[in-house]
């Protein structure tokens, strides 16, 4: 006598009790797609915010980095410029070459540079009659920065040629550190000039 039992069913109740204050109730399906729909613009919305900004920040970037690079360029333009007028006199005109000089100098290096004519240039002009004529060769700026704020140190290669009356003329090429400061009235000058 064995009865056939059929498969318990479980069992499920729904309650039509409320559920408590602040339990919300299961969302439907389309309740769940709404939520997502309302959310995936937010992300959107955000992330056009955050890539908004990094493109900005690349294009101030890449402008200073712009402005940089022509600071750059008219320093060693000065110092590929000014070195040889410094380093160049010759006998008939050396009081004009010593002026020119002088209006390329700024700094400490103007004041010593009267030390270095009076002890160099002006004896070897007047008494020995030597001329000196330098043209650069290249320049370019150097890897250290430079000890002086907004200056900029410049490696200049020149070539110089010493002729004299009683002396055979001597050509080579010269290396010299330039430093060059961009003064107030935005002209670049050179504040120390070294032989290396």
């Known amino acids: 006598m064995s009865a056939k039992s059929e498969p318990e069913k479980p069992v499920t109740s729904k309650s039509s009790e409320p559920k408590p204050y602040g339990v919300p109730e299961d969302p439907p399906a389309d309740q769940a797609k709404a939520s997502r729909s309302k959310v995936l613009p937010l992300v959107l919305g955000g992330l056009c915010l955050v890539l908004a900004v990094v493109v900005a920040l ?5 402008i200073t980095d712009a402005s940089a690079r022509k600071v750059d360029e008219a320093a060693v333009e000065a110092a590929k ?3 040889p007028l410094v380093l160049s006199y010759a006998p008939a005109t050396v009081n004009q070459d010593i002026e020119t000089a002088r209006k390329q100098l700024t700094g400490k290096f103007a004041a ?6 009076n002890q160099v240039v002006l004896p070897a ?3 020995q009659g ?3 004529k330098c043209t650069t ?3 370019a700026l150097t890897d250290t920065p430079s000890a002086e704020p907004d200056g900029r140190d410049v ?3 020149m070539q110089q040629e010493v002729t004299g009356p009683n002396a055979q003329g001597q050509k080579g090429l ?3 550190k330039v430093t060059v400061v961009k003064t107030p009235e935005g002209e670049w000058k050179v504040s120390f000039l070294q032989p290396v």
């Open 155 to 157: 490696l200049v290669i």
């Open 125 to 127: 002009t007047k008494q």
């Open 81 to 83: 410029t000014s070195a």
């Open 137 to 139: 060769a290249h320049a």
């Open 174 to 176: 010269i290396q010299v």
């Open 112 to 117: 010593d540079f009267d030390q270095l004519v």
């Open 130 to 132: 030597l001329t000196s």
């Open 58 to 62: 690349l294009g101030v970037w890449a």
